[in-house]
């Protein structure tokens, strides 16, 4: 096939057929509707999760998608190595990784503590990092991947309350123009979100309020996202559709980083 017709006949669908996933922090919140919308893509699911989601599993299995659990800790590199090596083995490759698992404490910069920044630092950046090496390496070995770091809003400008989250998201943009510069050779694309405020259930707990109205104030589009938004950006970067895409960080935040 001619490379203009390999990469300019994709399917418009934005289909995952036949596409192995792995999506950290999938047994709830963001991460949770990012598997199970591509699983509705056609893509097998793979979740990493301190807990595995009986909910998912269900949700996946019931579509006819094959679907597989690891219970770890993302802060263990053990857990990591393990958890790509149960599914190369049962798989046999893996196409696609959504680093979405993360935390997030904040705290005014002079009352900053050494247990907030560790633990973010931990499983925001490091983990995500990770992760990102041993999937990234195994993709090397098998012509390609995609790989889709969810950060924030928060690591593109500065918030207040956010001297820990937002250092750890502004380290995941960076980490993700670091490898899609070094792997682009490899078939291999590396690509941020950046939400804004996104109303799961934790969400909506926080921002259903005076505090949140008052937010909603600042943003052009005068309204804050759902998870739904965060996985139609991570399907689109995972399919072929977006095989260009390399490096990017797509902000999905209603405009609010432009002003």
Same mark, same amino acid.
């Given at each position: 096939?001619?490379?203009?017709?390999k990469?300019?006949? #994709?399917?418009e669908?934005f !289909?995952l057929?036949?596409?192995?996933?792995?999506?950290?922090?999938?047994?709830?919140?963001?991460?949770?509707?990012?598997?199970? $919308?591509?699983?509705?893509?056609?893509?097998?699911?793979?979740?990493?999760?301190?807990?595995?989601?009986?909910?998912?599993?269900?949700?996946?299995?019931?579509?006819?998608?094959?679907?597989?659990?690891?219970?770890?800790?993302?802060?263990?590199?053990?857990? /990591?190595?393990?958890?790509?090596?149960?599914? /190369?083995?049962? #798989?046999?490759?893996?196409?696609?990784?959504?680093?979405?698992?993360?935390?997030?404490?904040?705290e $005014?910069?002079?009352?900053s503590?050494?247990?907030?920044?560790?633990?973010? $630092?931990?499983?925001?950046?490091?983990?995500?990092?990770?992760?990102?090496?041993?999937?990234?390496?195994?993709? =090397?070995?098998?012509?390609?991947?995609?790989?889709?770091? =969810?950060?924030?809003?928060?690591?593109?400008?500065?918030?207040?309350?956010?001297?820990?989250?937002?250092?750890?998201?502004?380290?995941?943009?960076?980490?993700?123009?670091?490898?899609?510069?070094?792997? +682009?050779?490899?078939? /291999?694309?590396?690509?941020?979100?950046?939400?804004?405020?996104?109303?799961?259930?934790?969400?909506? $707990?926080?921002?259903?309020?005076?505090? +949140?109205?008052?937010?909603?104030?600042? /943003?052009?589009?005068?309204?804050? +996202?759902?998870?739904?938004?965060?996985?139609?950006?991570?399907?689109?970067?995972?399919?072929?559709?977006? !095989?260009?895409?390399?490096?990017?960080?797509?902000?999905?935040? +209603?405009?609010?980083? =432009?002003?």
């Open positions: 096939m001619e490379e203009s017709n990469y300019r006949n #994709f399917n669908d !289909s057929e036949g596409k192995t996933a792995i999506v950290t922090g999938a047994s709830n919140g963001i991460g949770i509707e990012i598997a199970k $919308m591509f699983a509705r893509k056609g893509a097998d699911i793979v979740c990493f999760d301190l807990n595995d989601s009986e909910e998912l599993k269900e949700y996946v299995t019931g579509l006819g998608r094959k679907y597989l659990s690891y219970a770890g800790d993302l802060t263990v590199t053990g857990d /990591i190595q393990a958890a790509v090596d149960m599914t /190369i083995e049962t #798989f046999g490759k893996i196409d696609v990784l959504v680093n979405c698992a993360g935390i997030g404490f904040l $005014m910069a002079d009352e503590t050494e247990k907030v920044w560790d633990m973010t $630092m931990a499983v925001n950046l490091t983990g995500s990092t990770r992760m990102a090496l041993a999937v990234g390496k195994t993709m =090397i070995n098998n012509g390609g991947g995609s790989i889709i770091n =969810i950060a924030s809003q928060a690591g593109v400008v500065a918030l207040e309350r956010h001297l820990a989250y937002g250092t750890a998201k502004a380290g995941i943009i960076q980490m993700t123009k670091q490898l899609a510069l070094e792997w +682009g050779q490899y078939n /291999i694309r590396v690509n941020a979100v950046s939400p804004t405020i996104i109303l799961t259930r934790m969400g909506e $707990m926080n921002w259903n309020n005076e505090k +949140g109205e008052a937010f909603k104030k600042t /943003i052009p589009s005068r309204r804050f +996202g759902y998870p739904e938004e965060v996985a139609a950006c991570a399907v689109y970067l995972a399919s072929d559709a977006a !095989s260009l895409f390399n490096g990017a960080n797509l902000v999905l935040d +209603g405009g609010f980083t =432009i002003c």
